[in-house]
């Protein structure tokens, strides 16, 4: 099981607290470390001292980290034109030396997209831009060199692009889609996908997921297990009670309720609420929503704790 440590910077967060938990996760031995992609707060929070750039982040990131894998749990499509973004992943990727893994997905907070004059079309036109930016970042990243690349399609149009700079990894950084439609969904991570995540949700349901796009995969001759498994949970644990109460206190949330919808608990929840996951559904990874980035003891116990015991 692969623990990888997922942050919501927007929720008030500089670049130094982003680095201060990208390293104390390198140092604990977790697999990655991924932060979201939005530009306003959520809810309650101050959203201080403000957003930051996920990009720009995770160049920063690459060039101060030495193992740990980096990348968004997801990028939207509604942000960046395919090409531009295309061209950051893969400079971020040469940065750290082939470290980036990118998530893709439609766009949904209608609020940050208001509050800095983003276009956010309605969902079926924002699907297929999200379809056609799939098509366009792989094809750039996977056109050899020497070679050009080009696109028509009723969002974008290219013509003869040189394709470059080329990502460290080959063909192309790992790419991670997730989300619960029931169709097109499957269909895209079928075709684009090394990783399947399911966000926030119960077992049940993702394996549901799971299966539609083991399903999809098959349809077109791919082998499903090339896709790896993987769902985000918020994770609050404690040595005893007393601290689990604490830290679900620190992000707001009511003990009873984040101990059914997340990671949380004592050590020992944690570790049969893990267990129970990957008996239900066969994931591999999994996405620690880590809210309060002030406190990396949090992380000290889970990696003493809880990743030992999964082995």
Do not use: C
């Amino acid at each position: 099981m692969e623990l990888r440590i997922f942050t919501e910077p927007q929720q008030g967060a500089s670049y130094d607290d982003q680095l201060r938990v990208a390293k104390a996760a390198e140092d604990l031995g977790y697999d990655a470390f991924f932060r979201s992609d939005h530009f306003l707060k959520m809810g309650s929070a101050s959203g201080l001292p403000g957003p930051t750039d996920a990009w720009v982040t995770l160049g920063g990131l690459a060039r101060e980290t030495q193992r740990i894998r980096l990348g968004t749990l997801v990028t939207a499509a509604t942000f960046r034109h395919p090409s531009v973004l295309a061209i950051s992943v893969a400079q971020v990727d040469q940065m750290s030396g082939g470290r980036v893994e990118f998530g893709l997905g439609s766009g949904w907070y209608d609020a940050e997209h208001t509050a800095y004059g983003i276009p956010m079309p309605e969902i079926k036109e924002r699907f297929d831009i999200y379809s056609e930016q799939l098509a366009v970042l792989t094809g750039l990243w996977e056109t050899p060199e020497g070679e050009t690349f080009t696109f028509s399609g009723e969002h974008y149009q290219l013509a003869e692009a040189p394709a470059l700079p080329k990502p460290a990894q080959r063909p192309r950084p790992p790419v991670i889609i997730g989300g619960a439609g029931k169709k097109r969904t499957p269909a895209l991570a079928a075709r684009y996908a090394d990783e399947f995540n399911l966000p926030f949700t119960d077992a049940d349901t993702a394996l549901a997921q799971f299966r539609r796009v083991e399903a999809a995969a098959a349809e077109l001759g791919r082998d499903p297990k090339e896709i790896v498994r993987s769902v985000a949970q918020v994770v609050a644990i404690g040595r005893d009670e007393a601290e689990f109460t604490r830290r679900a206190a620190a992000i707001g949330r009511e003990p009873a309720e984040v101990r059914q919808n997340g990671i949380a608990g004592t050590t020992a929840e944690a570790v049969d609420k893990i267990g129970t996951w990957v008996e239900k559904t066969g994931i591999t990874r999994l996405y620690l929503q880590v809210l309060d980035l002030s406190d990396l003891d949090h992380l000290e116990l889970i990696a003493a704790e809880v990743a030992r015991q999964l082995g």
